[in-house]
């Protein structure tokens, strides 16, 4: 379980698109559906683009409230332009809650694990990709993990000289 504020920021930076458009978001989250799959585990999913909901799925034995749960990670992403995994790992270090430390409502911010920026090199955060339906770092790590599989598959990740 990665907790250190550091590997976090370095998956931030490492984990961008050099675009990204609706049929990114459809094969994007078709794969994390695919991975979810094959971990034999259900979770609502949500690819956001400046807040237009490009991709939204909820497999089986997910519940209504995995939607709720997702628009209050989403809301963090959004509002810190950092992965809401990231955020709770910052407040917990920091000894704060999210309501303490930002004055916001928790019942709209939620700073556990499983929405993570949808980043575009050059660019910045530009939405969220987002799940909920594990215990929140495997939220965060099936966002992760399927991030860095479909770029591996799909962008060359060229570094800019």
């Known amino acids: 379980m990665i907790t250190d504020l550091n590997q976090l920021l370095a998956q ?15 094969q994007l989250g078709c794969l994390i559906k695919h991975n979810a799959e094959q971990s034999e585990v259900n979770v609502a999913i949500e690819i956001v683009r400046n807040q237009h909901c490009l991709f939204s799925f909820a497999m089986p034995d997910t519940a209504p409230d995995n939607q709720c749960w997702i628009a209050r990670k989403r809301n963090v992403v959004e509002r810190y332009h950092h992965s809401s995994w990231y955020m709770g790992q910052y407040y917990k270090a920091k000894g704060k809650t999210i309501e303490q ?8 911010f939620a700073p556990y694990g499983g929405s993570f920026p949808l980043i575009i090199r050059g660019v910045g955060v530009v939405g969220a990709i987002s799940v909920s339906g594990l215990p929140q770092y495997q939220d965060h790590k099936l966002v992760v993990d399927s991030i860095a599989q479909y770029l591996a598959e799909n962008e060359s990740n060229k570094e800019v000289l």
């Not at 931030?12 to 459809?26: I, V």
Request: proline share 0%; no cysteine.
């Open 12 to 26: 931030e930076a490492e984990l961008q698109f050099e675009h990204f458009d609706n049929h990114t978001a459809w």
């Open 101 to 108: 430390a930002s004055l916001v409502d928790a019942q709209q």
